[in-house]
């Protein structure tokens, strides 16, 4: 089975920094697509940032230039450094992983709060 168990959320003021992690089992990570949704109450569930296996990420335009999406493959993690946060960040974030050998699995969610 694949699991995946994300980390690093909590409150931060505007203006802050906070990474997630999302720490995978499995022997196929290295050749998954990973990424990050976001999801508030009462808003429609965002695609916040890819990585496919070869490196190649993509961005909501809501977060280009503050938010970057990494992989380890050697610890089986994918990482979303986020800068400049802003209010409108607040979400569950939850980290996927995509493979043609698996369904599409979860992480728990992680709660971020950007506020003062």
């Known amino acids: 089975q694949v699991q995946l168990v994300e980390s690093g959320g909590g409150l931060v003021q505007p203006g802050g920094s906070l990474r997630l992690s999302c720490a995978a089992s499995?022997?196929?990570?290295?050749?998954?697509?990973m990424g990050w949704y976001r999801q508030t109450p009462g808003k429609q569930r965002e695609l916040v940032a890819v990585?496919?296996?070869?490196?190649?990420?993509n961005y909501a335009d809501s977060v280009k230039g503050r938010f970057t999406i990494s992989r380890d493959n050697a610890k089986n993690t994918v990482y979303l450094q986020m800068n400049s946060l802003k209010p409108e960040d607040t979400a569950v974030y939850y980290c996927?992983?995509?493979?043609?050998?698996?369904?599409?699995?979860w992480g728990q969610g992680t709660q971020v709060t950007v506020s003062s």
């Open positions: 996927y992983l995509d493979s043609l050998l698996v369904a599409r699995k």
């Open positions: 499995g022997t196929i990570f290295s050749i998954a697509t």
């Open positions: 990585i496919i296996s070869g490196g190649v990420t």
